[in-house]
């Protein structure tokens, strides 16, 4: 759905742009010919359009009126400013005025009505999606508290554990009564309840009936996003991954990386003066630390960042936001993502990627292969620059973080492709220009 309401936005958007074109050449003073570089340059503008509203997360990031105006607006107007520094840098304006900044009005009015289209919907299936779940006390409680990170939870309506959800005296079918008095729409089973052929018995009749019935570990991964860790053994990760199984994909993935450090090394190169004039006034040091991490299949490298700490600058601990020695210009430099611009370097060396998981200093690693199951599954890819965990979960700040990680990067290893690669590069440039959300 969210693939499909994006789709209708960019198609939308490319419409009203070419009709407005259209127009403007039947109405103008002197007609003319729509077509040639004038109709390439309203592709272009549409196409910055589009772009700028997938980066904002229109139309499905928005939770409120007052973020659908802001995400829309904001979404013009930066369409407005790309189309006119490419014509600027082309040499003069293509398009008509007329186009421009009919073009902006009409689409951003035109974001705004898909964006409240869409909270309609996700409302609508908020109020639908009605879960009852058959599972222990510690799985409810994590799902319970995994569920208050989604923006438009399913509503938990009821749960039963697998030993009462067996038949017992006069109740033939507990599961199936309590089912309908809670009006559940989607039934999630753990291990132990799909183990249980009394139970699954009782599923099979709700799932004629209409119910979708999910494994927890299912659930997890179409609604949450990750995969759990607690439902997993070392068999059900003996997935396809992109990197590993698909030779095209990863050869791929490496020219999107070169071309992608290669377009940010001009942005690179323009904030070094600046951040060197920072360090000089408020974070006196070295300009870079670099840092061993571990790479794909185990190996060493060393990564290299703008510095934003003192002392060891985060050697020997957990780093966390209000980290005492962070510096106040480390700080913007965090917050804004400059100080990652120089991994640019490692990517075109090799040692890393754009998108993957996070690369952990080494003893780190040690601690969270004895600790963390499967934990070693994510050095089967290249690390990266940034990620879906990073996306989703932020930095990690413990074991219990890098645990939730975890089911973050199986999630992404399971799914690896460009086209999530792309979904995941949008997010991140989101969460940089300050609209977050999934």
């Not at 990760?237 to 999107?256: N, P, Q, S, T, W």
């Not at 299949?297 to 005492?324: L, Q, Y």
Request: proline share 5%; with cysteine.
């Amino acid at each position: 759905m969210s693939r499909t309401g994006t789709g209708l936005t960019a198609a939308g958007t490319f419409a009203l742009i070419v009709a407005l074109g259209l127009m403007h050449s039947r109405i103008a003073e002197n007609p003319y010919s729509y077509g040639g570089s004038r109709l390439w340059w309203s592709v272009a503008l549409a196409g910055a359009f589009s772009l700028a509203a997938y980066a904002l997360g229109v139309p499905h990031v928005p939770q409120n009126r007052r973020q659908a105006i802001a995400a829309s607006v904001a979404a013009a107007t930066l369409g407005l400013l790309s189309i006119s520094t490419g014509q600027a840098l082309a040499g003069g304006q293509v398009l008509p005025r007329f186009v421009v900044l009919g073009g902006t009005l009409t689409v951003g009015t035109w974001f705004l009505c898909a964006t409240a289209v869409s909270l309609r919907i996700r409302r609508r299936n908020q109020r639908e999606d009605r879960i009852l779940l058959v599972s222990d006390v510690e799985a409810e409680a994590r799902l319970r508290s995994e569920l208050l990170d989604l923006s438009h939870p399913p509503t938990l309506a009821a749960t039963i554990r697998p030993e009462d959800a067996r038949p017992h005296g006069a109740v033939p079918a507990p599961l199936v009564a309590i089912a309908d008095e809670a009006d559940a729409s989607v039934v999630v089973l753990d291990r132990a309840g799909q183990s249980d052929q009394l139970i699954v018995d009782q599923v099979a009749l709700l799932h004629e009936r209409g119910v979708r019935v999910r494994t927890l570990s299912l659930f997890y991964e179409q609604w949450l996003l990750r995969l759990p860790v607690a439902e997993l053994e070392r068999v059900s990760l003996m997935f396809d991954i992109g990197e590993v199984h698909r030779a095209r994909y990863g050869r791929r993935k490496r020219l999107v990386d070169v071309a992608v450090a290669l377009i940010g090394l001009p942005v690179l190169v323009g904030v070094t003066p600046f951040v060197l004039l920072g360090n000089l006034l408020g974070n006196r040091g070295p300009l870079l630390f670099r840092q061993d991490r571990i790479g794909k299949h185990g190996r060493r490298f060393r990564i290299t960042k703008f510095r934003t700490m003192v002392g060891t600058d985060g050697a020997g601990s957990w780093t966390t936001a209000s980290d005492p020695r962070i510096t106040p210009f480390g700080r913007f430099l965090r917050r804004s993502h400059i100080d990652e611009l120089p991994q640019l370097l490692d990517v075109l060396r090799g040692s890393l990627s754009i998108v993957g998981p996070r690369p952990e200093q080494p003893h780190y690693v040690d601690e969270l292969v004895g600790k963390l199951p499967f934990y070693d599954l994510r050095h089967l890819v290249q690390p990266g620059l940034t990620g879906w965990a990073q996306i989703s979960q932020g930095y990690a700040s413990s074991h219990a973080d890098a645990l939730e990680k975890l089911q973050f990067e199986f999630w992404y290893l399971r799914h690896q492709s460009l086209l999530l690669d792309f979904r995941i590069l949008a997010r991140t440039l989101r969460s940089v220009i300050g609209s977050d959300g999934r």
